[in-house]
């Protein structure tokens, strides 16, 4: 079955918090950091849709998603946390995001090994996924 190809339309989704910076984030309230991490956002839609495409377990395109994606995920974590002047609403709602995130990617994982591409394994990359994705639009607020 192709279930793994819903992982192909969530990693579409990563352009969904680039698209907020580039389309309604005025330039002289862009920073640095935001326009560094959309650039990474667009190279995990990039080599993501590429890995789920074809996934192959420890192939070269799973280390480069796998490396973009933890370079994303560390990156907004600490922008938000220690960079960003982010009201508390918006930032509690980040971290249980990021808490929901760290918690799937951990299901994802623990599915992965036992049997890749299951069922249990696709799900819960695709929450990891979306609670990644709603986290960096929070993040970009």
């Not at 079955?1 to 579409?12: A, G, P, Q, R």
């Given at each position: 079955?192709?279930?793994?190809?819903?992982?192909?339309?969530?990693?579409?989704l990563?352009?969904?918090?680039?698209?907020?910076?580039?389309l309604?984030?005025?330039?002289?309230?862009?920073?640095?950091?935001?326009?560094y991490?959309?650039m990474?956002?667009?190279?995990?839609?990039?080599?993501?849709v590429l890995?789920?495409?074809?996934?192959?377990s420890?192939s070269?395109?799973?280390?480069?998603?796998?490396?973009f994606?933890k370079?994303?995920?560390?990156?907004?974590?600490?922008?938000?946390?220690?960079?960003?002047?982010?009201?508390?609403?918006?930032?509690n709602?980040?971290?249980?995001?990021?808490?929901f995130f760290?918690?799937?990617?951990?299901?994802?994982?623990?599915?992965?090994?036992?049997?890749?591409?299951?069922?249990?394994?696709?799900?819960?990359?695709?929450?990891m996924?979306?609670?990644?994705?709603?986290?960096?639009?929070?993040?970009?607020?």
């Open positions: 079955m192709n279930l793994h190809k819903i992982l192909i339309f969530s990693s579409c990563f352009l969904l918090p680039y698209l907020n910076i580039v309604f984030i005025e330039e002289t309230t862009s920073n640095f950091y935001e326009k991490m959309s990474l956002l667009v190279c995990n839609f990039i080599f993501s890995f789920w495409h074809n996934p192959i420890k070269i395109i799973h280390k480069i998603d796998g490396f994606a370079l994303s995920v560390v990156t907004v974590f600490l922008y938000v946390a220690f960079i960003k002047d982010v009201d508390p609403y918006n930032e709602i980040f971290f249980l995001l990021y808490l760290i918690s799937f990617a951990r299901l994802s994982n623990k599915h992965s090994r036992k049997e890749w591409c299951s069922n249990s394994h696709i799900f819960y990359h695709f929450l996924h979306l609670s990644g994705i709603f986290g960096g639009i929070v993040a970009f607020l």
